[in-house]
C-alpha cells in the first residue's frame, strides 16, 4: 500500500497523497513497537536513494511527517534524556535519522556488492569487471551518492542540523592519505547540495579547513583522475560563490 502511494506521489498531487502515506503511518497508535511507522520511514528512504532527482520532495514529506505524525504515536522503552516518552513526529524524526545515519556509516561498498564496488576504485578500471559486477557496483554508487544528495535536502529543510552535516564532511575526509572512491564523491555530492548554506562567515574557519584537504585530495597521485576533476569542479563551485556554471553561462 505504502509503495504504490509512493509511486504516485508528485509535487502536482503532493498534498492529497502525502495525507494518504501520513495516514497510514498514524495505524502505529495501535501498536507499541511502530512497526508500521518504521516500515514507512525505510520505504521512503529506499525511494529518495533510488530517485535522486526526486529527494527534495521526498524530503518535503518527511519534514511534513515531522509536522503531522500523530502524538499518540510512540515506541515502548524510546525516551527523551528527561525520561519522557518520544512522540509522533519527534519519534518519526529519530527514526528517519537513525536509519540515515546507519546508511551513511555502512557507505555504499558495502550496500549491495561489497566486492564489486570495492573494484570500482577508478573509471578506467571498470571495464575489467564482469557485467554482473559492473551493474551491481553501479547500482550501489547510484544509492549512495543518492543518500548524500537526501541527506543535503534534509538539512535545507532543517530536519538535519548543521552539526551533523559537519560531522559527515568530517568522515568523509577523516582519510587524506589513503582516500576510497566512494568517501570523495559522497563528499562532493554533499558539499553541491549544502555547501551555499553551511558557508556562511561563522563556519568559515571549518570549510577553509575542508577545501584546503580537498585541494591536497586533488593532487594526489593515489586519487583517479576522474574523481580529481571532480574535486576540481567543486572547489571552482565555491571559488564562484556556489554559482553553477550553467547560472554563469545565462549571464554571459
Known amino acids: 500500500?505504502?509503495?504504490?502511494?509512493?509511486?504516485?506521489?508528485?509535487?502536482?498531487?503532493?498534498?492529497?497523497?502525502?495525507?494518504?502515506?501520513?495516514?497510514?503511518?498514524?495505524k502505529s497508535e495501535k501498536e507499541k513497537d511502530g512497526r508500521i511507522l518504521i516500515q514507512v520511514i525505510h520505504l521512503i528512504i529506499e525511494r529518495a536513494i533510488d530517485e535522486a532527482a526526486l529527494s527534495d520532495m521526498y524530503a518535503r514529506l518527511c519534514r511534513k511527517m515531522t509536522e503531522q505524525i500523530s502524538p499518540n504515536v510512540q515506541v515502548e522503552g524510546i525516551r527523551n534524556p528527561e525520561g519522557k516518552p518520544i512522540t509522533g513526529g519527534q519519534l518519526f524524526r529519530k527514526y528517519l535519522l537513525d536509519r540515515c545515519q546507519e546508511d551513511f556509516e555502512r557507505?555504499?561498498?558495502?550496500?549491495?556488492?561489497?566486492?564489486?564496488?570495492?573494484?570500482?576504485?577508478?573509471?578506467?578500471?571498470e571495464a575489467t569487471l564482469h557485467p554482473k559486477e559492473y551493474l551491481a557496483a553501479q547500482?550501489?554508487?547510484?544509492?549512495?551518492?543518492?543518500?548524500?544528495?537526501f541527506i543535503g535536502e534534509l538539512f535545507k529543510l532543517q530536519i538535519l542540523t548543521e552539526r551533523i552535516?559537519?560531522?559527515?564532511?568530517?568522515?568523509?575526509?577523516?582519510?587524506?592519505?589513503?582516500?576510497?572512491?566512494?568517501?570523495?564523491?559522497?563528499?562532493?555530492?554533499?558539499?553541491?547540495?549544502?555547501?551555499?548554506?553551511?558557508?556562511?562567515?561563522?563556519?568559515?574557519?571549518?570549510?577553509?579547513?575542508y577545501f584546503t584537504?580537498?585541494?591536497?585530495?586533488?593532487?594526489n597521485p593515489k586519487?583517479?583522475?576522474?574523481?580529481?576533476?571532480?574535486?576540481?569542479?567543486?572547489?571552482?563551485?565555491?571559488?564562484?560563490?556556489?554559482?553553477?556554471?550553467?547560472?554563469?553561462?545565462?549571464?554571459?
Open 165 to 209: 552535516m559537519h560531522e559527515c564532511i568530517k568522515k568523509l575526509l577523516s582519510n587524506v592519505d589513503n582516500p576510497e572512491e566512494e568517501e570523495i564523491e559522497s563528499l562532493c555530492q554533499l558539499l553541491t547540495t549544502v555547501g551555499q548554506i553551511l558557508d556562511t562567515p561563522r563556519a568559515k574557519l571549518y570549510m577553509d579547513i
Open 139 to 149: 547500482k550501489a554508487r547510484r544509492q549512495g551518492l543518492g543518500l548524500m544528495k
Open 1 to 26: 500500500e505504502v509503495r504504490g502511494l509512493l509511486d504516485k506521489l508528485t509535487m502536482e498531487r503532493f498534498e492529497s497523497t502525502s495525507n494518504k502515506i501520513i495516514d497510514w503511518a498514524n
Open 213 to 219: 584537504r580537498m585541494k591536497e585530495l586533488a593532487k
Open 223 to 252: 586519487v583517479s583522475s576522474r574523481m580529481q576533476c571532480t574535486l576540481q569542479d567543486v572547489i571552482e563551485l565555491r571559488e564562484r560563490r556556489w554559482i553553477p556554471p550553467t547560472m554563469i553561462a545565462l549571464w554571459v
Open 107 to 125: 557507505g555504499w561498498a558495502a550496500q549491495e556488492a561489497p566486492a564489486a564496488a570495492a573494484k570500482v576504485e577508478a573509471s578506467e578500471n
